[in-house]
């Protein structure tokens, strides 16, 4: 038995179960990539989401400490090739294989830190938040996607990040009560939760709309063992947007709206229709 390939591949394992237990959206367009991405993209979500984790959710700990030495972990991980956290072990893997920009890991990390300390947010705070919790994730599975072609990579560089950027403005509305509740985080610049109005949210869907317009382009362009799932993922997420767009602001700010089990899966085999007959 090859005992080095057991442990990567139940390190691997271990992130796939950390996405299926985190994510019904986006395990559901995992499952539909072709085979050899899966497992990328499964080490990536296991990392960005136990991140995300320690500034959202281990309250009564040191989060500051926890953090750093996630980030210490990261980089040990990374420059060995080897860690005993079998969530890190995973995500060396990959950034090895694919050839992951240190510094999109660098200003993910920041993002993260900038969660420990700020509650409200102007305009360029906004802006490198974004970047680095949504666009940068989104480049990092594009590194996978693209295999090595960085022309192919360059090409669809722009409108990935419009996804990860459409993606996690909508998050931020779907969780605005949670967010303001628990954590005092307002994400939206000029926004006040304790008056949000029609006007806000309506300034904030039309941002939003022109981000998936652009990302839907670069959708149609991946290359096919990818295209479907991050499709899919769109198709999610339109479908949420278009249940937030025609809420009241006060209804946004007062349940988290979501898409029913039974919606996602009428939307997979609608796109799945869709990417047959190559009607994306």
Do not use: C, N, P, Q
């Given at each position: 038995m090859n005992h080095l390939k057991l442990f990567d591949t139940t390190c691997n394992e271990c992130s796939r179960l950390i996405t299926k237990r985190y994510s019904t959206s986006f395990s559901l367009g995992i499952r539909v990539f072709d085979k050899r991405f899966r497992m990328p993209i499964y080490g990536i979500y296991g990392f960005v989401r136990?991140?995300?984790?320690?500034?959202?959710?281990?309250?009564?700990?040191?989060k500051r400490d926890l953090l750093s030495r996630f980030r210490h972990d990261t980089y040990k991980a990374i420059e060995e090739k080897i860690s005993l956290n079998p969530v890190l072990h995973a995500f060396q893997s990959v950034v090895h294989a694919y050839n992951i920009e240190l510094d999109l890991i660098d200003a993910f990390l920041k993002?993260?830190?900038?969660?420990?300390?700020k509650n409200m947010y102007d305009a360029a705070g906004y802006d490198e938040y974004i970047y680095g919790s949504a666009e940068v994730v989104g480049l990092m599975c594009l590194r996978v996607f693209t295999e090595g072609n960085d022309a192919e990579y360059q090409n669809l560089k722009e409108p990935a990040r419009k996804l990860g950027s459409a993606f996690q403005k909508i998050n931020f509305l779907r969780d605005l009560k949670s967010d303001f509740d628990e954590r005092?985080?307002?994400y939206f610049p000029g926004v006040d939760f304790t008056n949000f109005d029609h006007t806000q949210k309506k300034m904030i869907e039309d941002d939003i709309a022109l981000d998936f317009n652009a990302a839907l382009v670069g959708i149609k362009k991946l290359p096919e063992g990818s295209r479907f799932g991050v499709y899919l993922a769109y198709?999610?997420?339109t479908q949420l947007f278009a249940k937030i767009k025609n809420a009241p602001a006060q209804r946004v700010a007062e349940v988290r709206i979501r898409v029913s089990d039974k919606r996602k899966m009428y939307l997979l085999f609608s796109s799945a229709i869709r990417h047959q007959f190559n009607a994306l």
């Open positions: 136990f991140a995300d984790e320690i500034v959202d959710t281990f309250h009564g700990h040191d993002s993260m830190e900038m969660d420990l300390d005092g985080r307002v198709k999610y997420y």
